[in-house]
């Protein structure tokens, strides 16, 4: 059975349309008054504002997950035939396929390099599988089906086969590619991610100080930072302090946007 890691976070790309739920509160006009009759710092240089795009939160993932804590290789020998199974945590398609790129490098005289990966919340994630010239469904449907029942998401295995002369018939290959995915599933360690999400901040030069210490207390990020006639950053958050945050900004007149859009939030 495999381990439990510390936990990690994550973030993941909102669909194309979605809403974050963010953005649900009412849209507000920056009036260049902030509460105790103090000047917004960028009064006059904007105009009313409306709903924030889905952009304006540029990453969100909705829900915690168990996803491997990094890489395990397993092998097993089973009539002769060499089974050579690599686990690798993957975030998206592309990175799948560099694992599976990888492997082929890794072992290039190999008679079939079988894998399946899945994406996202195992319940609801993408997933693909390949049997590489095996006899259809008996590499990577296999591979998947095991992980799948480990309720483990964001994975990629790859299971790479050196022929050893003598054949296993369909039920031998499901059993055998099930088993080498078992051992190097059975063996990883997992880490549940922590719900995120990514939003740029524009701000006074006085107040980025306090930003940074707010992220330092609730376990943010200060993804990037650029300086003009004022202060936009970038952070990452994990979701169960966002209302803090809206708090936070709207205590110090700091607006909350995407691109060229900003709002408000007091």
């Not at 996202?120 to 590489?132: I, K, L, R, V």
């Not at 054949?167 to 078992?182: D, F, N, S």
């Not at 169960?240 to 945050?245: A, C, E, F, R, V």
Request: net charge neutral; charged share 20%.
């Amino acid at each position: 059975m495999w381990e439990r890691a510390p936990p990690a976070k994550g973030k993941r790309s909102l669909p194309a349309g979605s809403q974050s739920p963010l953005y649900s509160r009412p849209s507000k006009s920056l009036s260049g008054i902030l509460p105790g009759g103090q000047r917004h710092p960028f009064a006059g240089k904007a105009r009313s504002y409306k709903p924030l795009p889905p952009t304006a939160v540029l990453s969100s993932r909705a829900m915690s997950y168990p996803t491997p804590a990094g890489p395990v290789d397993r092998e097993l020998i089973i009539n002769k035939s060499r089974f050579i199974a690599w686990l690798r945590p993957v975030q998206d398609r592309d990175q799948a396929q560099v694992v599976l790129e990888q492997a082929r490098a890794r072992y290039p005289d190999a008679s079939h390099h079988c894998h399946a990966w899945l994406i996202g919340d195992p319940q609801s994630g993408q997933g693909a599988m390949n049997d590489d010239g095996e006899p259809s469904g008996t590499a990577g449907k296999p591979i998947f089906n095991v992980i799948q029942h480990k309720g483990v998401g964001d994975v990629m295995v790859v299971v790479s086969r050196y022929f050893g002369g003598v054949k296993l018939g369909a039920g031998g290959l499901v059993r055998a590619y099930a088993g080498a995915a078992e051992a190097v599933l059975s063996a990883m360690r997992v880490t549940e991610q922590i719900p995120e999400q990514t939003l740029t901040l524009q701000l006074g030069f006085a107040d980025e100080q306090p930003l940074r210490h707010w992220c330092d207390q609730h376990g943010a990020r200060l993804e990037e930072i650029q300086y003009s006639q004022h202060v936009t950053a970038r952070v990452t958050a994990p979701e169960q302090y966002l209302d803090d945050l809206w708090a936070f900004c709207a205590a110090n007149g700091i607006l909350l946007g995407a691109g060229e859009e900003f709002e408000y939030l007091g």
